[in-house]
């Protein structure tokens, strides 16, 4: 019987294990992590946004490829551990938002929304993805990397989640990365002429 997850759910997750999903030292999510900063390409971006934080070990990463960076989280405890885990960047500011009502103001200049749309409900997702087109600065970019893998506690059937995003964004921006493999998907969508390839084939496919 599926038990979809919500904030209360994750903030007693962090309360009682700081990484819970290992973030820190699992392989797995070290590969992953190097396939999403893949997708955002190699430039350097003026304001950046990372939804759904989580520990802020993506965080740390993506900070080094941004002049600003906001972080988000709907967990109170999460920040925290992740304001810890960044403590000595200054350019990073972390912000308590509960998805999708709490859209930060952009314009941001690179968007990255990583393992979090799968947890909305589908009418809740297409908000969300309404307000990432709203947040995008022109010439910037959206990065999302999702699992396909189905799981209990997901509002939304992770490769449904993952369509009706990829449908609903290439509608106005250019699919510039397609990462596939047999666990997760990562997508960049490009909102301009201006940004650079990333160092991932279009529609590359892995098993």
Known sequence: ?????????FEALFASDPD????????FEHYKRGILL????????GRGLELGCANGETTAALADRCLRLTATDGSATALDIARRRNSGRENVTFVEAVLPEAMPTGPFDLIVVSEVLYYLSPKALRHCLSALEQAIAPGGRIVLLHHIVPFDDAATLPARATMIAKRFLRRRW???VHYRNARYVALAFDTGRGARKAGIRRDRTRR
């Open 20 to 27: 819970p999903w290992r973030y820190a030292e699992a392989p």
């Open 1 to 9: 019987m599926r038990k979809v997850i919500d904030v209360a759910g």
């Open 174 to 176: 250019r699919l510039q």
């Open 38 to 45: 893949r997708a955002c390409g190699t430039r350097r971006y």
